[in-house]
């Protein structure tokens, strides 16, 4: 954590007071590693004013003690962003007006996911979405390095077999149920802009639920 607040000071002292704007429209491509590699892809695609509509989805194969199984997340979520100078506006104290610059972006995303398990013996589908929220800051240059800090508050479930009651023989396939929690990931992203179009990433996060993950990609920004 020390570093990344270090790493995230550097990249907003490389910032001219008329900064660019962050650019809230790219395809993406992404490998994920946890116990095991996953792949990924992401849409962002803007709309009027400061909203923007976020596709993702993600294949990963999930390891545990007695068994694994795919996981497939489509998820689809509404996004609104701002430059902290605009949200505040300004403070006022006593007579004494204090400026804001626009030294980062806060971002808010609000949507649904799906899931869909499968595994050698049996598969299925959840029966009803997910809500989706990630909340961040976005901060640095969106022509060299940025980065992101963020928090995914979001329902999520694990795949669990169901246990043959006590004293009862149980002579059907195996059956599995969904373990429902709420997750929480906090994590970090930095982005070097290659140039107008073309941007690599590295992200890191947390779960509660699941293993941690390293995320490497690839951004057609546009």
Request: negative net charge.
């Amino acid at each position: 954590m020390p570093f990344l607040i270090v790493f995230s000071i550097f990249i907003s002292c490389d910032e001219d007071d008329k900064k660019l704007p962050f650019k809230y429209s790219h395809l993406g491509l992404h490998i994920i590693q946890t116990d095991k590699t996953a792949l990924g892809g992401s849409l962002s695609v803007p709309l009027p004013g400061s909203l923007y509509v976020v596709l993702e989805r993600k294949a990963e194969e999930i390891d545990n003690d007695d068994y694994s199984y795919e996981r497939i997340i489509n998820a689809a979520r509404i996004g609104v962003h701002a430059g902290i100078a605009d949200v505040l506006s300004s403070i006022s104290s006593r007579g004494i007006k204090i400026i804001v610059k626009n030294i980062f972006d806060v971002y808010a995303e609000l949507g649904i996911k799906s899931s869909a398990y499968e595994n050698d013996i049996n598969s299925f589908s959840e029966d009803d979405a997910k809500a989706n929220v990630i909340a961040g800051i976005r901060f640095g240059n969106p022509i060299g390095w940025e980065g992101k800090l963020f928090i995914d508050f979001s329902k999520d479930a694990e795949l669990k077999v169901k246990e043959c009651p006590a004293g009862s023989i149980c002579t059907q396939s195996i059956e599995y149920e969904l373990d429902d929690e709420t997750d929480q990931k906090y994590g970090a992203s930095f982005a070097y802009n290659i140039n107008k179009r073309n941007s690599v990433i590295i992200e890191m996060s947390s779960s509660k639920i699941f293993d941690s993950s390293l995320k490497l990609g690839y951004q057609f920004n546009f």
